[in-house]
């Protein structure tokens, strides 16, 4: 491990819990929402990147969607964070039940708006109960489908089908959008080598209607060409 890494390691861990407990005093969605995008523009102008939107025409201005995202990197939310910045476009993530009980992340997902989904629970009833209170209150959810990082040399691995479930559940039209960018190796390159203006990109699919019967991977690698 280098000088630089366990700086940053440093750097990041302070950050994220310093948010994490601002973060729960905090009493509105909206307060939460606002503390998030600071706390992804922090991080990531510390780490010398920035996020652009290829195709900003087809972000909605507004509106209750469920996004769904590749997920190739630890600042992935962040990267989405910022790339909805100029839309009313605000979600509560669907958060594993690892991230809960992380020294480095706990503090920050239990309290920066996040849906906990555990996998060893008997039932999911309590997850699509709470994702149901979420869209009720005007909340729009956002999942990274593949389930956990995808750490192989290909761009998306296989969808779990609990993205798609949740969509029809909550009648929610589905907002994929796709990180272009490979942005774990953009990481490491602003970790090791602090190069400056680092950049990611990200591009805005078209809206899937919830009812939509196609194979939700099979629509978003079409998509994106993937």
Known sequence: ??????????????????????????????????LRLEYSHTLLKKLNMSVTVLNPEKLPKDGNYLLIS??????????????LETTKVRGYWV?????????????????????????????????FKDTKAVVKEGHSIFIFPEGTR?????????????ARLIALKNRLPILPVFIKTHANDVLKEAINKRTKNLNIDIEI????????KTPLEENYRK????
């Open 70 to 83: 590749n997920h190739r990197s630890i600042v992935d939310p962040l990267i989405i964070e910022q790339a």
């Open 1 to 34: 491990m280098n000088l630089n890494l366990i700086k940053m390691a440093f750097y990041s861990t302070y950050l994220t819990n310093k948010f994490g407990w601002l973060l729960k005093k905090v009493k509105t969605s909206t307060e939460k929402m606002d």
């Open 150 to 162: 995808n750490k192989e040399d290909i761009p998306l691995s296989t969808f779990k089908e609990g």
């Open 223 to 226: 998509m994106f060409s993937l």
């Open 95 to 127: 958060a594993k039940k690892e991230l809960y009980n992380s020294f480095f992340f706990g503090t920050f997902t239990r309290n920066a708006g996040t849906i906990l989904l555990d996998r060893e629970a008997s039932s999911m009833s309590g997850f």
């Open 205 to 212: 699919g078209d809206i899937i209607d919830y009812k939509d």
